[in-house]
């Protein structure tokens, strides 16, 4: 009954009794405030039913411009984020630095490639921000980490390098790892102008070959097309093969798929789907490469010869991930450990998203 009906009612009765009595004009107050706070905040039917997953369709994915990103290229000229019901749209960045903070503000919400490294230093300070949900590696049987020097340039090593200056892909991933092959080869590393005995400059990757031929830098440690395209156009020359991997004593693993947290947590079926689509990609890479190559020219401006030239990454799946993958992805981190640029313990395995 609303509160003013029973106001009514009690006035009625208090007259037809002929009550008079204070304390109980009293008692007839608080009975209406009651009502009436009762009446305003009485909770609403729609609030009441707990909020469902909004599971939306619509889904930003960010990459960057190296083969690293085939899979994300492979899904979606296939259709396979269509085929699953999303709508996705994919960003380009110009590092992978750049793709961790899109993806941390919720700009994006999946990274197709993003540093490995720069994500387990993301994670020591906050492990609720994004997930790993596939990782890809160099090694000797997929050479895509480069070392470039100038197409005239005796050096066939880092070490050979001394006093030269290296650019080096934006961000933490590319110092660390730089610094750790530099100890390998007994120089020290710092940034160029620095005290050292080898010197870096961090360079978007478009930049590199530029700088290389203009003689602003000397060398380059990074990731193919680049030194691919170093080499056709005249500019440069790849040193080493996998010299990342070959310096570190393991697979490199320095590349992997992220989703974030929040987003995942919000659109449960759709985090199952977008990775589902990726799943399906990184099986038609695994199962023929080279027929997945095609997709480079579309996005990274490759075409002949260095579409056919050009190094791939290899690809795992979460689940696909062995006991050695693992060890060896950890022993990446663990580098980053011991260099101070992470200051806590990380432990992989509670990197990876649990479909």
Known sequence: MHPFCVFYSIIFMFQSFKVKSISLLAILALIIVGAVVFYNNKPSSISSNPAQPNNRTKIKIGYVGVVQSLA????????????AGLEAELIKFESPALIQDSIISGNIDVAGTAGTGIAAIVFSKDPNQFKIFNTSFADKTNPSDVL??????????????KGK??????????????????KQAGLKASEAGGNGDIFYRELAIPEQVPALKSGQI???????PVGTNAEILGVGKKIGLSPISTSLGFPFYGSSGLINQKFARENPESAKK????????ITDVQANPNTQRQYLEKYLGLKEPALSKVALQAYKKSDELKQTDIQDIQKLIDIFVAEGVIKNKVDVRDMMFKI
């Open 148 to 161: 470039v020097v100038g197409k005239d340039d005796a050096a066939n090593s880092l070490a050979e390098l």
């Open 218 to 224: 000397q060398a380059i440690l990074g990731l193919d």
């Open 274 to 281: 977008v990775i589902q689509a990726f799943d399906k990609a």
């Open 165 to 182: 200056t290296v650019a080096l892909v934006p961000g933490p991933q590319f110092k660390t790892v730089f610094g750790f092959m530099a």
């Open 72 to 83: 994300t290229f492979v899904a979606q000229e296939k259709g396979y984020f269509k085929d």
